[in-house]
């Protein structure tokens, strides 16, 4: 099976920057996904990597380094919407997703 | 809005209750699936089909039994569940598998079994 941590909780302020770590073990490596999930709604695609380095999207933007097993998303220039669970999520050589318990993030004014 | 339906969005049932939920996207996709997201845990995956093949089951107990009727649709019957299987239930598509594409999720079917 795999194994996917990343931090319960983490707290920011309004246009400060926050960044979410996420390792993992897995059997086999076919890609790492970054989705954002509000309260009571589905998760929604932010960032793909499946080569070591930055992806950068806008305000987000994520990092990989296959052979320390890590990942990071990095959220620049918080606004109050960006308060939601990120989820760090990893393929693996059969195409299966297996996710991390999320990372609350909370902005506050 | 993702292009993926499911409905009910929210049950509440017995335990001796036989209720289905129901997944439409209209994306063109070839893969769908089918969570179980309960509190603080992880998502977990429960099934997998690609054109409309069961590509797997991921030691899921007999009282959820899935059915992909064609590539656009997908069920999950529920019956005799218990208490522990309240959670909230996603279904997702992609293209293929593969790929860098990635998986477009339904909104959920919250369940409550009492």
């Known amino acids: 099976g795999q194994n996917i941590d990343q931090p319960t909780e983490m707290t920011a302020t309004e246009g400060a920057i926050v960044q979410i770590n996420c390792t993992y073990q897995?059997?086999?490596?076919?890609?790492l996904f970054w989705y954002q999930q509000h309260a009571g709604e589905a998760p929604t695609f932010l960032s793909y990597?499946?080569?070591?380095g930055l992806e950068e999207k806008g305000r987000f933007s994520s990092f990989l380094s296959r052979s320390k097993g890590y990942s990071y998303l990095l959220l620049k220039e918080l606004q109050m919407k960006d308060s939601a669970s990120y989820l760090c999520?990893?393929?693996?050589?059969?195409?299966?997703?297996?996710f991390g318990a999320g990372t609350t993030v909370t902005v506050r004014a | 809005e993702t292009g993926v339906t499911q409905t009910p969005r929210h049950l509440v049932m017995g335990m001796t209750n036989k209720k289905s939920l129901k997944c439409e996207q209209h994306?063109?996709?070839?893969?769908m699936y089918w969570y179980k997201q309960s509190a603080k845990k992880p998502l977990e995956l429960m099934f997998v089909?690609?054109?409309?093949?069961?590509?797997e089951n991921n030691s899921v107990p007999s009282r959820f039994s899935p059915e992909c009727p064609n590539s656009s649709h997908l069920f999950l019957h529920l019956h005799t569940l218990q208490p522990e299987d309240s959670a909230l239930y996603l279904c997702a598509s992609s293209p293929n598998l593969g790929g860098s594409e990635t998986q477009y999720f339904g909104p959920g079917t919250r369940l409550l079994v009492l």
């Open positions: 994306l063109g996709h070839n893969a």
């Open positions: 990597n499946v080569l070591d």
């Open positions: 089909y690609n054109f409309k093949e069961q590509t």
């Open positions: 999520a990893v393929r693996d050589r059969d195409y299966k997703l297996s």
């Open positions: 897995t059997s086999g490596f076919n890609g």
